[in-house]
RNA sequence: GGGCGGUUGGCUCAGCCUGGUUAGAGCGCUGCCUUCACACGGCAGAGGUCACUGGUUCGAAUCCAGUACCGCCCACCA
């Protein structure tokens, strides 16, 4: 069991945090250049229930590199973003406040709701509702930004924003309108993916595939002029809505029937059989059906065949109660289609399934029995019911002819670690559809666009009315355009506005821009802009990092950043991913509230970009081990009386050198990105040769007030002090301040260098110095004695090479290990050296 | 089905790119050591056929090929 956080430890880290900001040392400064400033495009978290410790864990790698940037010198541009638009805010204020959004609503500027359900269910206005969501996001931002503040990141406060505030609708809707006018955007009436419950389009980005167990049934199909033919399939339901039947052009069992017509049972139509690569002989019959539309697979068939549509499924996920009357032609007995048309109309695909099944079965046209099957089924990530294929008005941006700028664009970016480029690749490399950006939901960033329209009533959604950059944000449901008044809203000769809004990505894609006065400062955003470091989790490639590139390619054909650092999962101890539902959580107030800030962030630097990290109480600890340790160290130090000199002792001067050493390889893992490994190199110069080693071996010069000894020694704790700032910045904040009059930050202060420790030449002496050491303290825990425990004689046996840098540094050595005479005894025939060494008979007290 | 990552002492991980003396670290474990920075410490120790198979090589944890298992990402679902 952890003894718990001392208090000193608590209170040093509040009061740090108090003074950071109080003297701002984190703030961005606008008149320093771009070659000289490093920019963060840091995620913007959805600000919703509560953070997750995967977070602190990848907010924190994100800090541990701002941290060394701006040790290095580098003005450092590191902003927050708030996302807080889209469906899971919107659902939190409709349960909060009870409220539904009535976009015909008139606002309400008078309106007040309580936190809490009210009784009964209030209908808001659009703006309403989004004054709603401020207020509901408001509340979660607070409490995300406590977090962030306790575990230390040096984000500037003052650069901020939220995605569905002002400023990001003005850049959002001002370069949606640059994608429509170069043509990138366009409005279609095409076959979407649909989701049912939230009745929306949804982007193939927001789509996973979810295993069910289904059913394949095999239906006999008539051919015309003779014969049958039998179809698998697993969507019976959609035999309404078939256009076509196809077999691989290869397959000979069906190569007589290409070019004939087959008919569909129960209703009759005569469809065409067609030859096609894309039916595989060997799933179920080989023929299969092609319907408008069970999958993404038809609506591509569907254009290709150029057939006509006939759209069974509804918006609401039902069998539509028209269509089959409006198209008669196809059936060949339009009155027993229509007779079965109707009993199937207004269910839902699950029951229609069933009852086209039963009625397949009764007409004899079911071939065996149902053959169980599992097979995946596309889903909207947040949905619970299938998705469809609807025809629908959608906006689109068009990427599927730019794959390959897209992969290019990603190869002038460095990944972190490389391997994550890949997954990228395969993204676009997968890509099938153009991104959907139009969304049938309220709180988000309105489509900016009217339509006109015409005499006859009807809108001609042609006749776009763009509004002007300086009308910028708008809302086109809530105000007229330029040139109109609200009375002429869908009234002949008037117009109406477009009641959607844009995909919660299409802000999100701009995040890199948002704080760079893009488009109307010029030179802010040249300072700002590509961004440097743009850190990430795995799981959003094919969103964020997708999307963000491709909104650079499309703008001005620019990359949006230099370096994407994407970060691991956070697993718990038995490497589950943590859920609600398993009760496996743990919340970051948590372990900050019991480790302490700066082992939090040791556990998250311990873990590399990219690796899965599991929580593990031991880390935490060591994290906690290595800040009381620097504090012991630097107690020590700071408690010598005496005045500093430059290093003028062999071992002192052998010790510098092997720190120079150390830290010229931290420094290359920090520029690697390799926050781990620097850490890692960081703990062992400061733990084993600057504690366990060089300390002791210079104890005794210490006490004495050696100026060469005081001033290495010190210097060794200023230089462990900004070695460890960017992972304990709390703890080395404290002790760096320990002995000041005058505040002054480690986190300004200038990163160790190998400079600052020329001239000291081999770090020879210092090693078979402790190579002595090494040896005699074996012996005394072999012979179950105290580290003081005095030696009385002692002979080094050894080539000269070992014994001529071991002589210069040899008085040191002596009164470590507490001894009396020793002698160094030159002997060529072995490599390395012998140590005899003899204990005294008694206890030295 | 495709892609990527992983498999190293009881646990968590490093080392692998650039093959070469007894494979490292922390935790845990064992023994010893406490007035002189630190017992949230120090010293010493036990514990590993580096997933498996084959190949390249004087030499393989490291390079190559394949297999198994774990994880993640993706996939037009008949």
Redesign the pocket.
Known sequence: MA?PL?ARTTQAESRWRSKWSETGIYRYDPRRGRDETFVVDTPPPTVSGSLHVGSVCSYTHTDLMVRYQRMRGQNIFYPMGWDDNGLPTERRVQNVFNVRCDPSAPYDPELRLEFGRGEDLVLVSRRNFIELCDEVVAEDEKKFKDIFQRVGLSVDWNQNYATIDERCRYVSQFSFIELIKAGHAELRDAPTMWDVDFQSAIA?AEV??RVRD?H?WRVRFAVEGGGEVH????RPELLPACVAVTAHPQDDRYAQLVGKNAITPLFAAPVPIIADE???PK??T???MTCTF????DVEQWRSLDVPAREVIGRDGRIKNAPWGEVPWVSKDPHAARGVHDKLAGLTVAQARRAIVDMLGEAGCLVGSPEP?T????FYERGERP?EFVVSRQWFVNLLDKKDALIEQGRKIQWHPE?MR??YE??VL?L?QDWSVSRQRYFGVAIPVWYEVRSDGSVNYDSLILPERSDLPVDPSAEAPHGYDEAQRGRPGGFVGDPDILDTWATSSLSPLILTGWPDDPRRTAALYPADMRPQA??II?TWTFYTIARSLLMDGSIPWYHAAISGFVVDPN?K?MSKSKGNVVLPTDVLDEHGSDAVRYWAASS?LG????I?E??Y??G??LT??LR??A??VHGFEGVSGDATNALDLAFVARTRASVERVTAAWESWDHA?AL?LSESWF?ADL??NY??LS?ARAYAGDPSALGTLRKAIDVALRLFAPVLPFVTEDLYNEERDAFISVHRAAWPLPAEMEGAGSADPFDVAVQVL?EV??A???A?????WPVTTMQVRGPEAFLSPLRTVMSDVESTLNAGASELVIDESRDRCDVVATLGQSDP?
């Open positions: 003894k001392d193939q996973e595939d289904g394949l179809i698998a399939t697993t894309e039916a595989d799933k179920g080989g023929v299969l069970g999958d993404a697979a099957v097979r995946p089924v596309k998705l391997s890949r997954r395969d993204w997968g099938n795995h799981e094919r490497r991913k590399r690796v899965d990290t599991a593990d031991s880390v600890k060591e906690r081990r009381t340790k012991n160290a107690r020590l490994r890692e733990w504690c366990d300390l002791e104890k090494a303290r074996k005394k825990s072999a179950q004695v105290s580290v003081r007290s």
